[in-house]
């Protein structure tokens, strides 16, 4: 049994109306705050080897929005329908003990972006201070160890009373980070103009033009689907499925690009900046703005790792055996000591393999979303059988012993076909990348793949639309058509059309 | 399943219908996050020569 706290519930109980509390600009502000941290500066600065400012605005955001599309196609309708985040998302499509798979990939991926960001954000808060002259002289591996554990007690202080204080924070660090933002743009605007970062070149571009677009292109689309585990948890709380996509949109796509481009046009015109502009702004306007872009990193990442650590307890309660032993706190807490972990002993072998770990993220959501958005919108009309996704004793998405073959296929193809298209490690593009980037094929083999095995392997469709039971108990249309039926009757005043649109 | 959860899902199973995707925002969010990128990105691409 999951522990309430504030009437809420955290854990695998699916959440009542009268729960589902967030507007628009909570989801706003959860996604924008998510979507802005260090890493933007980081991703920004890749950027900036392979092209321009003007090219490589438009290849950015017009990467990380498609990006966006396909994460929030997948995640966000089930999410606020059914209360769903990304583990329990995945068990029509993998199957009640499949959905592990998803347990182990989002915690990996969550695990993994929060040691990112407080590794990130522990080096540069150390770096700056001392650029700042800040007294009491301290070595770099104590320095970062100390303030990433600061960072770790912070955010589990922060999420103590669990999503409410998402609803309330997200908005404010949104609106904050947004404001720095501007001022860090502002900054290089007037160091160095419009001109000067226009006529930047590319840092280090390969020979090929189009293959350097299309590059950055696929850094923003598996950027942006990399928010595929965060998705489920930042907009179930939504009051509607229309009220959260606009605000998840500019969260996450438009807020993202911004900081994006502002670490693409730092890196072009500072190139040893990296695309983070933190000691520019300390050399140019000296501790005054210093303490300008330290508090953007504060706040861009402490709120980003609170919203991952949320995530990350909220799929570990996915398990029935943790969601009855272990309380929220308790679950925020385990989430957040791999962190701790990593910051203390591993920083640096860490963030020697970032890139092994962003190609991971990339190689592997692609192929989950393709399969979830073909599952849920062509195979299912949006209709998912609530009691298979919540009673652990339903046999609706139980396929074979629990595990659902044509799921695994799915990914297994989705990730060769992104491996055969792009080496995700080194970035060296093979046969069509330079027109169809990675992560898109990938999705859409993934997709067709599942699409076939689920039509072609018999029974797996029928058992997961009537688990097992007789059409016939099941009503007319489903058994006629294939189509899945609503399981309750449906309401005075709204058509069946709508309701399996 | 427990007194709770069981409560739990018949109140989903009944107010989950009224919260599907429709068009309009499907077609909002084609427009915004697919169309418009695409062609942002085949003018950067003829930008390219």
Redo the contacts between chains.
């Keep these: 049994m999951s522990t309430k706290l504030n009437g809420s519930s955290e854990g695998s109980m699916p959440l009542r109306r009268s729960e589902q509390t967030w507007g628009p600009l909570a989801v706003f502000g959860n996604t924008a705050s998510a979507a802005i941290a260090t890493w933007c500066f980081i991703t920004g600065g890749w950027v900036a080897y392979y092209v321009g400012a003007g090219r490589g605005g438009i290849a950015i955001t017009a990467g990380t929005l498609i990006g966006v599309f396909i994460a929030l196609l997948a995640a966000l309708p089930a999410a606020t329908r059914y209360g769903v985040e990304a583990v329990r998302s995945t068990r029509p499509q993998l199957g009640v003990r499949g959905a592990w798979l998803t347990l182990a990939l989002v915690l990996v991926i969550l695990v993994g972006w929060n040691s990112v960001l407080t590794i990130f954000l522990s080096q540069a808060g150390h770096e700056a201070l001392g650029a700042m002259g800040a007294p009491g002289e301290v070595s770099q591996g104590l320095g970062t160890t100390t303030i990433g554990v600061i960072i770790c007690v912070a955010v589990f202080a922060l999420l103590w009373r669990g999503p409410d204080v998402l609803r309330l924070a997200g908005p404010t660090i949104a609106i904050a980070v947004l404001i720095l933002s501007m001022i860090i743009t502002v900054v290089l605007l007037v160091e160095f103009g419009w001109g000067h970062i226009f006529d930047a070149v590319a840092l280090g571009p390969l020979p090929d033009d189009r293959t350097n677009y299309m590059i950055v292109i696929e850094l923003g689309i598996a950027g942006a689907v990399a928010w595929w585990p965060y998705v489920g948890s930042l907009t179930r709380h939504s009051r509607s499925t229309r009220g959260a996509f606009g605000p998840a949109v500019l969260g996450l796509g438009v807020m993202m690009s911004l900081v994006l481009v502002i670490g693409l046009f730092a890196a072009l015109v500072v190139p040893e900046s990296g695309g983070n502009p933190t000691m520019f702004m300390i050399e140019v306007g000296g501790p005054a703005l210093g303490l300008v872009a330290l508090a953007f990193m504060v706040l861009a990442n402490v709120g980003t790792t609170m919203v991952g650590v949320y995530a990350c307890a909220l799929a570990l309660k996915q398990v029935p055996a943790i969601d009855r032993r272990m309380s929220w706190r308790a679950a925020t807490a385990l989430s957040l000591l791999p962190v701790i972990g990593v910051v203390t002993f591993f920083a640096d072998p860490f963030m020697a393999h970032y890139g092994t770990f962003l190609a991971f993220a990339g190689v592997t959501l692609g192929p989950v979303c393709g399969m979830q958005i073909v599952d849920y919108y062509i195979l299912r009309r949006q209709e998912l059988d609530v009691r298979g996704l919540y009673d652990e004793s339903s046999t609706v998405y139980r396929y074979w012993r629990g595990f659902n073959p044509a799921g695994f296929l799915a990914i297994g193809v989705g990730v060769a076909a992104y491996v055969v298209v792009l080496d995700p490690v080194h970035f060296v593009p093979g046969p069509g990348f330079t027109y169809l980037s990675a992560t898109v094929p990938a999705t859409l083999a993934s997709g067709l793949t599942y699409y076939a095995a689920m039509k072609l392997v018999p029974g797996l469709l029928r058992s997961s639309l009537t688990g097992g039971r007789p059409e016939a108990e099941l009503g007319g249309r489903r058994a006629a058509s294939g189509v899945p039926t609503p399981a309750v009757p449906v309401p005075p005043g709204m058509s069946s059309e709508v309701t399996s649109q | 399943?427990?007194a709770?959860?069981a409560s739990?899902?018949e109140?989903?199973?009944?107010?989950?219908?009224?919260?599907?995707?429709?068009?309009s925002?499907f077609t909002?969010?084609?427009v915004?996050?697919?169309v418009?990128?695409?062609v942002?990105?085949l003018?950067?691409?003829g930008?390219?020569g």
């Design positions: 399943m427990d709770e959860l739990r899902v109140a989903l199973e009944r107010d989950k219908l009224g919260n599907p995707l429709d068009r925002t909002l969010l084609v915004t996050t697919l418009l990128p695409v942002a990105l003018i950067g691409w930008w390219l």
